[in-house]
């Protein structure tokens, strides 16, 4: 049973419990509705929608007081996604208003929406038919300053205006937020998924002992077309971009109808 009339938001991300990034999002929703904080535990970055076996589902309630205010909070042990379904279904024991997932340190962009958890949680909630969004800051290496505050408003902001928005089930909204002061900001734009490349994935190391082992990373490679999540950040612009699981590929679904009908088993 809701516990009052005001719109029920379910805040997680992948982040962690601890991120500044989720403080700046519960404190700039707050005028907006009940703020129902269910976070992982520790760091799960890179999750997707994972469901790991191997989480021990741990929900730990907690106390923190942020900026003189106290806030009863969950911390789950498991994935983003997993962090939302405990929310749903244990925390919060009603189906929300709205999920948000973020803010997330760094941006999620690009094919690197399929790993992100901030997206995987948001995910999560848009195929159970919740409105969600997943909100990133395109926090760089070498940036001193974090803007989260600028995410936070402009995730405030969005959410205030989602009413006017008929977002169909299975839908959510990935917003990417440019680390800069909101000032700066060149506007909010919608925008489609864009490509990135990354150079050097696989780079072969060597550790302390002289063992060899093997680092996923790589250098990014963009593709600034204008009208993607890639180029908008890059300008300085609000990228969102609806989302959704639907990941065949028509053009070739055709083509394949064509054979088999042409060229049958």
């Known amino acids: ?25 519960a404190e700039a929703l707050a005028p907006l509705g009940f703020v129902h904080v269910v ?38 042990g498991g994935s983003p996604a997993q962090a939302f379904l405990h929310g749903y279904y244990e925390v919060l024991g009603f189906k929300p208003d709205l999920v948000v997932s973020g803010i997330n340190y760094g941006e999620n962009v690009a094919s690197g929406i399929t790993i992100s958890g901030t997206v995987g949680a948001a995910l999560e909630a848009a195929t159970l038919g919740i409105p969600a969004l997943a909100v990133s800051l ?71 002992r002289g063992s060899t082992y093997y680092w996923m990373s790589g250098r990014p490679e963009d593709e600034l077309t204008e009208g993607t999540d890639v180029w908008a950040v890059a300008s300085g612009y609000v990228s969102v971009t609806p989302v959704h699981m639907d990941l065949t590929h028509y053009p070739t679904l055709q083509e394949l109808d064509r054979v088999v009908a042409t060229h049958p088993l």
């Open 138 to 208: 395109g926090i760089v290496p070498g940036d001193v300053t974090h803007h989260y505050d600028t995410a936070a408003a402009v995730t405030a902001r969005l959410v205030d205006r989602l009413e006017s928005l008929d977002l169909p089930r299975g839908v959510l909204l990935n917003v990417n937020v440019p680390n800069v002061p909101y000032g700066e900001l060149r506007g909010v734009v919608p925008t489609r998924k864009g490509v990135r490349l990354y150079l050097d994935k696989v780079s072969r190391r060597t550790d302390p």
């Open 1 to 25: 049973m809701k516990p009052n009339k005001k719109p029920q938001i379910l805040l997680t991300n992948d982040d962690s419990i601890d991120s500044p990034g989720l403080w700046a999002a």
């Open 39 to 76: 976070a992982p535990r520790v760091q799960q970055t890179s999750m997707g929608r994972a469901l790991p076996r191997e989480s021990d589902g741990i929900i730990e309630p907690r106390a923190l007081t942020v900026n003189g205010k106290e806030w009863q909070v969950y911390a789950v």
